[in-house]
């Protein structure tokens, strides 16, 4: 046996020395790597995906704490700011265990994890090596922090006492249930952990670590990025008198804000002492301030010149812009449910060269009912319309 780690990212590289099972994100279900590494043997059925056979990965890495340090580490070549471990409880430790020294226990532990039934006959004993794992990563923990000289990587870990004796197909129902309700494990579980929970070390932990978080979440959620990867944003043109625009879509706020630069020629409305100046291409090194009640004008001249040849440049603050790009920000399920109402050309219009759009369900009073094809009669000739092609948003 030997551990895999199924990835939804690519891992081509290692910076950290040879890893296993390097190379592309695994193209596997969710629900079946699920179902793989929680395959306990003796409870669940072994899982087959793509001609391989997978058991609970407990069985070789019950904490992988350890090999995820070891994962980012390989991958991006640094470490993480946090690493947060939950176990599932520690067990007792029994009179013969806690004499016998830990590097014999493990022994023990390995001889007798000679086949897969032997293996699951000493699942519970595997879970204890959990603290093993922790134990080395602390103390790694501890070196990385001193090398650098920095308070990061923060670790922290949760694991609620005398929780590792409860056996995995234990399902105590309430005293007076007809049926496998199982209350009393929940009950007991809870109890448990809200007693750990309380303790004074807990409350400590649980207070430093939830604000390393927010502060990472924060810091992310501050990016542009954050829009297209966390909340699936889309972005749609708002210019209400280009039809063209309608159709299209931008997966981040730059590509609308090139759109805006290169088809609609918005340009920064930048001040100085309520001066404006100019800050586009070589303008940006060299500010040219605009003075007088003409000052605008001047602005004007001078982008519509040689310099930039932009001919109908209109200036725009950044408040405003960013107000202007959030007027057609939504979500990308809701931007494939709501397509425009497909062009129509009349006959007399396509000989003028004049395409109109029809007047149809605004997306305010229906923004989920598909747009209703409409025809033009002309003569008691009666054309239906090509469907419109639309640009879609990549999917991540």
Known sequence: MQSYVFRSYDHKHSAAGTWFNIGSASNARVWKVARATSAAPLYFSKQTIEKSTYIDGG???????????????????????LILSIGTGTKPKNENDAEMPQQTRRHRLLDNARSVLTAARQLPDIATQSEDVHDRLEDRIKDLRAAGNSKYPMYYRF????????????????????????????????????????????????????????????????????????????????????????????????????????????????????????????????????????????????????????KCAKPMSTPDLEAWMDRERTTRDTAFQEKPPPLVQTRDAEQNGHVERPTGPSREESPSSPVQERTVEQNGHVERPAEPSTTRANTY
């Not at 019950?62 to 980012?72: H, R």
């Open 159 to 310: 694991n609620v006492p005398d929780l590792g004796s409860v056996e995995l197909d234990a399902w105590v129902s309430s005293v007076n249930s007809k049926i496998p309700d199982g209350k009393q494990t929940l009950e007991n579980l809870e109890e448990e952990t809200l007693k750990y929970l309380s303790t004074d070390k807990a409350k400590k932990d649980l207070d430093a670590c939830a604000k390393v978080l927010v502060r990472i979440r924060r810091e992310r959620a501050a990016t542009e990025r954050w829009e297209q990867y966390a909340t699936h944003t889309t972005y749609r043109c708002p210019e209400e008198d280009e039809h063209e625009c309608k159709s299209l879509q931008f997966s981040t706020r730059d590509e609308l804000r090139l759109h805006a630069s290169e088809r609609h020629e918005f340009v920064p409305w930048v001040t100085m002492n309520d001066n404006p100046i100019c800050i586009i291409d070589e303008c940006a090194e060299h500010p040219q301030r605009y003075e007088g009640e003409d000052s605008k004008d001047q602005l004007l001249r001078h982008l519509k010149g040689p310099s930039h040849d932009i």
């Open 59 to 81: 069985m070789g890495c019950n904490n992988p704490a350890e090999l995820m340090l070891q994962e980012v580490k390989g991958a991006h070549g640094r470490h993480p700011d």
